[in-house]
Structure formats: structure tokens, C-alpha cells
């Protein structure tokens, strides 16, 4: 099995004990994304729409760091703190979303950093 670690620095540094992605085999699988901005290391706002845009290019800088791109993705799992903000999430997921890959989406009380929404995926 041929495992090698994905690192790039146009997404932002774990902020605990993992890697932003693992290539095994030619499947990529990158953990959960919030909205961190790579520079700043802040949240890119206090809005779903500019946490999710900003988690959709953290996921695409990730992406893009293992040879892959959307057009690759078959699984994403999302997390949201507020279901109410479940159309804005989707009006932003789709234009990345184009494979339209599986997806489980789940609302859940928190998530680090306070982030409103994160995204993890699976790309072959």
C-alpha cells in the first residue's frame, strides 16, 4: 500500500494531531475543512456563505496539492451548526460539487475554532 501525506500551504495548518489529506493507493482522502483563512489563520467571516466559500477552497487548494480536482470527488460528508443555513451551504456547494459526489450532511451543536460549517471528502 502506497500512503503518502498531502501538504500545501494555500490551506490552513492542522489545527490538532492530523494531516490535511492522505493519498493511499490513488484514492485522496482530506480531513474535515473549516472556514480558516491560510493566511491569517482566522475565519474568513461570521457568515455560512463566507465560511463555506472559504472551506471550498481550502478543499480545492487541497485538492489541487494531490492532482486532483472536484471532477474527482465520490464522498463528502458536511457539517453544519444550523440547518436554517442549509440553502446558502448548498447555493455554494454546487459550484464546486461537480461530480456530484454521495454526500451525508449532519447538523451538529459545535465545531472548532466556532467555525458554522466543515467538510471533509473523499476523491479517487
Given at each position: 500500500m502506497a500512503v503518502t501525506t498531502i501538504y500545501?500551504?494555500?490551506?490552513?495548518?492542522?489545527?490538532?494531531?492530523?494531516?490535511q489529506a492522505k493519498l493511499v493507493d490513488g484514492t485522496l482522502?482530506?480531513?474535515?475543512q473549516i472556514g480558516?483563512?491560510?493566511?491569517?489563520?482566522?475565519?474568513?467571516?461570521?457568515d455560512i456563505k463566507a465560511q463555506t466559500e472559504q472551506v471550498m477552497s481550502n478543499l480545492d487548494a487541497i485538492l489541487t496539492a494531490a492532482g486532483?480536482?472536484?471532477?474527482?470527488?465520490?464522498?463528502?460528508?458536511?457539517?453544519?451548526?444550523?440547518?436554517?443555513a442549509f440553502a446558502?451551504?448548498?447555493?455554494?456547494?454546487?459550484?464546486?460539487?461537480?461530480?456530484?459526489p454521495v454526500r451525508s450532511t449532519?447538523?451538529?451543536k459545535a465545531?472548532?475554532?466556532?467555525?458554522?460549517?466543515e467538510v471533509e471528502l473523499v476523491a479517487d
Open positions: 500545501t500551504a494555500k490551506a490552513p495548518e492542522p489545527i490538532g494531531p492530523y494531516s482522502y482530506i480531513s474535515g480558516l483563512d491560510p493566511v491569517t489563520g482566522r475565519l474568513a467571516g461570521d486532483k480536482s472536484f471532477d474527482d470527488v465520490v464522498k463528502t460528508t458536511c457539517l453544519l451548526t444550523d440547518m436554517s446558502t451551504f448548498n447555493e455554494i456547494y454546487e459550484q464546486y460539487a461537480v461530480s456530484r449532519y447538523a451538529v465545531l472548532p475554532a466556532n467555525a458554522l460549517v
